[in-house]
Nanobody, 124 residues
Framework: QVQLVESGGGLVQAGGSLRLSCAASGRTFSSYVMGWFRQAPGKEREFVAAISRSGGNTYYADSVKGRFTISRDNAKNTVYLQMSSLQPEDTFVYYC?????????????????WGQGTQVTVSS
């Protein structure tokens, strides 16, 4: 089992940047595919980005491609989401998630463990 704790959210002006971090407990972090998702009140949680266990492969939603970068540091048990050129429509609660397996997927239901979320608010 793994516990996930996100940090780094906050209020930023349009055009600004934020870096989210997700720290994982346990000694098997490198055996998990990691993903970032986001959710607005009353809406379904949507895929943002995912990264393979080694970090060699990354996947992005079209809405964030070219602006967001997912990375991981297996020595620190941490996955990151660097967000740039933020816009008001990027205002969500952002969640990190861990998937036991080798294949990177974008489906929310495939992920086994979730953090508590961190709020990102982008003002215009």
């Amino acid at each position: 089992q793994v516990q996930l704790v996100e940090s780094g959210g906050g209020l930023v002006q349009a055009g600004g940047s934020l870096r989210l971090s997700c720290a994982a407990s346990g000694r098997t972090f490198s055996s998990y595919v990691m993903g970032w998702f986001r959710q607005a009140p009353g809406k379904e949680r949507e895929f943002v980005a995912a990264i393979s266990r080694s970090g060699g492969n990354t996947y992005y939603a079209d809405s964030v491609k070219g602006r967001f970068t997912i990375s991981r540091d297996n020595a620190k048990n941490t996955v990151y989401l660097q967000m740039s050129s933020l816009q008001p429509e990027d205002t969500f609660v952002y969640y990190c998630a861990a998937l036991r397996g080798t294949v990177v997927v974008t489906a929310r239901r495939a992920y086994d463990y979730w953090g508590q979320g961190t709020q990102v608010t982008v003002s215009s």
